[in-house]
T-cell receptor, first 110, second 118 residues
């Protein structure tokens, strides 16, 4: 069974600092990995999808890397803003099921 | 705004009630999903429909009954629920159906229905 771990569970950073969020998974036989953002009481917003054959994906201030062999992905958010405050979830797609981590709860302090 | 629309946004129901949650997408996606999310926890998969057929049921109790009337709509019928079923119920869709060659499309989630069972 795929186990997905996100560290740290919660973090606070001053506005303008770069955010680094880590995701690790136990089974490297994956199809893709997706990063989501969730605001309190809301659904999940897809941020980036990395296919198993890719090393990284970029969208604006966001960059996600994937090292499938070591079972790791990192989400970088450059120049953080208060609007980036949310919970970030990593989800690994294998065997037609998404296995979610418990999330990184981020607070960006103005 | 999300392209997956869920109604209602909030629902309070008694343990003897029958209610339904609705989900709609017009992106031409062929796979649709129901997830359950408790507070401070990640979403848990309940059901997957692929090309309007139920392809995955994660051993969900029969008091939850999914239905996919057409490729754009997904319902979740609720009956005789328990207070512990109170949660955020999320619908999602993805472009490709559930086939081994088509796993690579991202999931798009709705904003969910906040269900409270009293």
């Amino acid at each position: 069974k795929q186990e997905v771990t996100q560290i740290p569970a919660a973090l606070s950073v001053p506005e303008g600092e770069n955010l680094v969020l880590n995701c690790s998974f136990t089974d490297s036989a994956i199809y893709n990995l997706q990063w989501f953002r969730q605001d309190p009481g809301k659904g999940l917003t897809s941020l980036l999808l990395i296919q198993s054959s890719q090393r990284e994906q970029t969208s604006g201030r966001l960059n996600a890397s994937l090292d499938k062999s070591s079972g790791r992905s990192t989400l970088y958010i450059a120049a953080s803003q208060p609007g980036d405050s949310a919970t970030y979830l990593c989800a690994v797609n294998g065997n037609n099921r998404l296995a979610f981590g418990k999330g990184n709860q981020v607070v960006v302090i103005p | 705004d999300t392209e997956v629309t869920q109604t209602p946004k909030h629902l309070v129901m008694g343990m003897t009630n029958k209610k339904s949650l609705k989900c709609e997408q017009h992106m031409g996606h062929r796979a649709m999903y129901w997830y359950k999310q408790k507070a401070k926890k990640p979403p848990e998969l309940m059901f997957v429909y692929s090309y309007e057929k139920l392809s995955i049921n994660e051993s969900v109790p029969s008091r939850f009954s999914p239905e996919c009337p057409n490729s754009s709509l997904l319902n979740l019928h609720l009956h005789a629920l328990q207070p512990e079923d109170s949660a955020l119920y999320l619908c999602a869709s993805s472009h490709h159906g559930v086939k081994k060659s088509s796993y690579n499309s991202p999931l798009h989630f709705g904003n969910g229905t906040r269900l409270t069972v009293t």
